[in-house]
């Protein structure tokens, strides 16, 4: 069946270095969603890709899909302790399926 | 607006007695989903309904699980009988539409003893 792989599965940073995770797919997705998880916490929608190419920014979130609309990368600028959680990718497969990623964990070192 | 309300937060049972869960979406969501998260990984879709009617239930345990989503609005999620493997996070759902971005609930921490 589809999936789609995320890497890497944890990522440590010290506060104030980039973070970057990647999801790739085998098939083309339709679109591109990002989540957050808190420690203790559940997925919090953050973005929505959809056109191929297409880049999205929130303030230091960089979202991209790939021209072939098979993969995507989140990328976190000068992090902060605020940051710290899963980051899951879920891609649009058939039949409007979301197919999840693992996730990246994001770990701000002391 | 008041986000996706599930109960109870937590519950502890023993194999094999039965549990159901709760969920209440955001109003005019028409798609509601159940997940099932275990500790550290990603989310498990259980069963996807549009409206009232299911649109994927590919991945629920039929044989243990049911659920149900009665006039389009409320949901709930049934394990009989319980096994320790079910020990996990039940995660509801909800979106406009199958297109856009979900809105979870806070969830529920299921452990089997």
């Known amino acids: 069946g589809q999936q789609v792989m995320q890497i890497p599965q944890y990522q440590h940073v010290q506060e104030g270095e980039d973070f970057t995770t990647y999801c790739n797919s085998s098939t083309t997705l339709s679109n591109i969603q990002w989540y957050k998880q808190r420690p203790g916490g559940h997925p919090v929608f953050l973005i929505q890709l959809v056109k191929s190419g297409e880049v999205k920014k929130q303030k230091r979130l960089t979202f991209q899909f790939g021209e072939a609309k098979k993969n995507s990368s989140l990328h976190i600028t000068a992090t902060q302790t605020t940051d710290v959680g899963t980051y899951f990718c879920a891609g649009g497969g058939s039949n409007y399926q979301l197919i999840w990623g693992a996730g990246t964990k994001l770990i701000i070192k002391p | 607006e008041a986000g996706v309300a599930q109960s109870p937060r937590y519950k502890i049972i023993e194999k094999r007695q039965s549990v159901a869960f709760w969920c209440n979406p955001i109003?005019?969501?028409?798609?509601l989903y159940w997940y099932q998260q275990i500790l550290g990984q990603g989310p498990k879709l259980l069963i996807q309904?549009?409206?009232?009617?299911?649109?994927?239930d590919s991945q629920l345990p039929k044989d243990r699980f049911s659920a149900e989503r009665l006039k389009g609005v409320d949901s709930t999620l049934k394990i009989q009988p319980a096994k320790l493997e079910d020990s996990a996070v039940y995660l509801c759902?909800?979106?406009?539409?199958?297109?856009?971005?979900?809105?979870f609930g806070s969830g529920t921490r299921l452990t089997v003893v």
């Open positions: 309904f549009q409206n009232n009617g299911v649109v994927d």
């Open positions: 759902a909800s979106s406009p539409a199958r297109v856009y971005g979900y809105t």
């Open positions: 109003s005019g969501h028409a798609t």
